[in-house]
């Protein structure tokens, strides 16, 4: 078993989020493999877990070289990042100007572990204020790998939509 990451925590109980996107999320995705069955980013039914879509991503993680491929970056992600990086990996991107979390550590963990993970990160604004948001990383199952995929919230429930112009932005590696 590996050392879990700074910052994180093991998500295993809706209970233990503080926001209700976040326990939304979790629920939906205990529900879908309570069954005893893995759950599939094809499983995902949007239509049931509509009012939290703008703050999802899915992607898969390639386990060799390891990476993090985002296939699908909800609106309110987008915006606060300040970038759509949906078809991109994460070593595309860089965020340490703005983002307090090793995102690569925690995509590892869940991929080793083949667990879910919960955690808060403090966004670095452009004048130095910084201000917090909770996040979640499920595994999903794809192929023959058990968290070769993912769902992953970003819980914006408090923030106010006129400061996205005076985040940090994330950008792309030239």
Do not use: C
């Amino acid at each position: 078993m590996s050392e879990l990451p700074p910052g994180f925590v093991r998500f295993v109980d809706a209970s233990q989020a503080r926001m209700p996107s976040t326990r939304r999320l979790f629920d939906y995705w205990r529900a879908g493999t309570a069954e005893g069955r893995p759950l599939r980013r094809t499983d995902i039914d949007p239509s049931a877990i509509k009012p939290i879509l703008p703050f999802l991503l899915l992607g898969d993680i390639e386990a060799s070289p390891f990476r993090v491929l985002f296939r699908l970056v909800g609106t309110s992600v987008a915006d606060f990042s300040r970038q759509d990086f949906s078809g991109k990996y994460l070593d595309e991107l860089v965020y340490d100007m703005r983002d307090s979390v090793d995102w690569h550590d925690g995509y590892r963990y869940v991929h080793d572990e083949r667990v879910s993970i919960l955690g808060v990160n403090d966004l670095r604004f452009a004048d130095g204020r910084v201000k917090s948001y909770e996040f979640a990383i499920l595994p999903l199952w794809r192929g023959d790998d058990p968290a070769g995929s993912f769902i992953a919230i970003e819980a914006y429930d408090e923030f106010d939509r006129h400061v996205i112009p005076e985040l940090n932005p994330v950008t792309q590696r030239p």
